[in-house]
């Protein structure tokens, strides 16, 4: 029963759930936070039934894949109230059937990642404002950590329902040093792995590329395709004419852009420093406005192959074109 409530607390994974049944020939599967429909096309009725001896484990393998989506409107708006067959979820070309569907508010792990490197001089004030803005609209049951990076990346708090004590890690640090933003989404995916919560998200408040990291970009690709955790970011850019000519810098918004857009994240920019609360506000917002959508996929091979995902939308009557948000795929189990 333990691996059964593992499944019913994760929220973004594809796992594999073995369920021992002692005496019973019934299955049951729930998942936390989940409108559940019954598929009659999923029982076989023409096949006989297996006579189960007192004391005899059963064992019965389910898959289920769950993607969070964030809808939005031509304004960037969030749009809520939408139903399981306003959507169309497809795994490789082929489409699959939607046989769990949620759009509830459940608790999430946060990771806030920060920028303390020399070139947030000036901006790290109004960087701090927008974490503790952040904070402010969490979920009671919500957990965070923290974690600063310049020259190296560093956990500024663990894991702790504690807003005021995350508050009071973060008004002491100061910006120096280079940037290893790459260092730091490796740590903060780490991190996230001791996470309760299985809806799990990353918060990126940086201002360029990466200069000073050990790890490269396609090592932290990898690794965000492997992680179940979803990405957000907040650039603060200098118009493109301004910014330093390294090309590491230069190339900082699209890496944030491409390392967000694999998991179903979004990046926003900041021109005006006292903007970004508000923006920071609505990330979470977003957060807690997603819709979970879950199948069973059709292929049913365990090869630990890369299989795409792509989200349609059934735009309502009367609402104008909508855009889906989702992570761009999964890695099927090995075994």
Known sequence: MAQRSTLAARALCVPIVFLLLCGSATLSL???GFAQSVVANDLKHDTPGQVIKPGQAVHLEVELALVNVTVTDPYNRLVTGLEPDNFRIFEDNIEQEVVNFSSE????SIGVILDLSGSMTGKLGNAKQAAFQFFRIANPH???FLVGFNERAEILSPFTENVEDLQSRLLPVAAKGKTALLDAIYLGLSQMRGARNGK???LIISDGGDNNSR????D???LVREADTQL???GIFEPFEYRSRTPEELNGPSLLSELTELTGGRAFTVENLNDLPDIAAKIGSELRNQYVLGYHPSNKAHDARWRKIKIKLRTPKGLPPLTAYAKTGYYAPSH
């Open 30 to 32: 729930s998942v936390a």
């Open 232 to 234: 957000y970011s907040i």
């Open 215 to 218: 790890y490269n970009e396609k």
């Open 220 to 222: 932290i690709k990898r």
């Open 200 to 202: 799990r998200a990353l």
């Open 142 to 144: 919500d957990e965070f």
């Open 105 to 108: 508010d459940i608790p999430i």
